[in-house]
């Protein structure tokens, strides 16, 4: 009898389920890598990362992979596109873990910490590695904010977003009047996300002048970080991209291979503003590729408190106790890994594999 995954739950999408069961999983059969937003939610999958950054995908490629997240799915994605992508993720971990603030800090204050953590995860070499890597093309998602919500004054960004998030209950394209998804990339014409449609779309080059600045602002979180204006862009403020694309609805392109999307949930929230909304969930005919590999609710129950990170914890818990919760999910999630580098090389994935 197979032994079913215990920590690690698999779900496929028709076209993945047929080309994993036909030749089990293989990082040849892969296109895309998305990354999501959710700040400290990651940390459950930093294990997953260091596996399938530092292991599953070293051999030479021959084709393109796209990686595209907003926020820290943008972060963790650009380590896939370092020289030594572990080593990337472990400093961002780090950096991440130590975090520190006065009881009430500023949107400068956050600001100068998070741009701190983000310089060391890039180091001195970041910008070159990323911008020559032979086959690894990174999209990082922006929202260019327009109107109240590109204010810096704290009364009337928070009235922007409130105007925001009440046409966002009645559409999501209404978000389109408050602000644009930018997707800055190294892929150029050949991106796969060229044809998304669904709000208003802008595709940017990333350079040596921008990048630092680009995946500072998909990261800068309205009212807690200060807005970001790019280098070489019209005037205007950039904030995080998961407002608009919090786990990445997209339409990931026509490629024939897998779109591997390991995440903090088995489910996909299209935008910030419908956390709330139980009915606002993905069109699953985006995921028809997509392999989400997701930690069991199982798994997080064995988790410090039961729950996975979240941005809260820097509220509910003193510092050292947020350390020594976050240092123990991160350590747990080594186990994602264990689960699944045993099913990759036993073969037991097309057993595990479940369709969506």
């Known amino acids: 009898m197979t032994r079913a995954p215990v920590s690690l739950s698999l779900r496929a999408g028709p076209d993945a389920l047929r080309i994993i069961r036909e030749r089990g999983l293989r990082a040849e059969d892969v296109d895309v890598v998305p990354g999501a937003a959710g700040g400290p939610k990651w940390l459950v999958l930093e294990g997953l990362d260091r596996f399938l950054f530092g292991e599953f995908f070293r051999p030479p490629r021959d084709r393109p992979l796209h990686l595209i997240g907003a926020s820290i799915g943008a972060w963790r994605t650009t380590c896939m596109a370092l020289r030594d992508p572990a080593a990337g993720i472990e400093r961002l971990r780090e950096g991440y873990i130590e975090q520190h603030y006065a009881v009430k800090p500023t949107p400068a204050e956050v600001t100068r910490t998070i741009r701190a953590v983000l310089d060391g995860m890039l180091g001195e070499t970041g910008e070159e590695e990323v911008l020559t890597h032979p086959w690894a093309r990174l999209h990082v998602i922006t929202a260019a904010c327009r109107g109240l919500a590109a204010s810096e004054r704290a009364a009337v960004q928070m009235l922007g977003l409130a105007f ?62 200060q807005g970001v204006p790019i280098p070489g862009e019209p005037a205007g403020i950039h904030r995080d991209g998961g407002v608009i694309d919090y786990h990445l609805d997209l339409d990931f392109g026509s490629g024939q291979g897998i779109v591997l999307y390991p995440h903090f949930y088995a489910h996909v929230v299209p935008g910030w503003f419908d956390k709330a909304l139980a009915w606002r969930r993905a069109r699953w005919q985006n995921f028809g590729r997509a392999l989400i590999l997701a930690p069991t609710a199982e798994f997080v129950a064995r988790l410090p408190g039961g729950k996975i990170p979240d941005r809260n914890d820097f509220y509910r818990m003193p510092d050292a106790e947020r350390v020594r919760v976050w240092r123990a999910t991160v350590a747990a999630s080594a186990q994602l890994a264990d689960e699944l580098r045993e099913l990759i090389a036993t073969g037991r994935i097309t057993d595990a594999v479940r369709p969506l």
């Open 164 to 225: 925001a998030a009440a046409g966002n209950l009645v559409s999501r394209r209404t978000l389109g009047l408050h602000m644009r998804r930018v997707v800055f990339n190294t892929a150029g014409d050949d991106s796969p996300f060229r044809g998304l449609v669904d709000l208003p779309t802008e595709h940017r080059p990333l350079t040596r002048q921008n990048l630092r600045h680009a995946l500072l602002a998909s990261g800068s979180i309205p009212m807690v970080l």
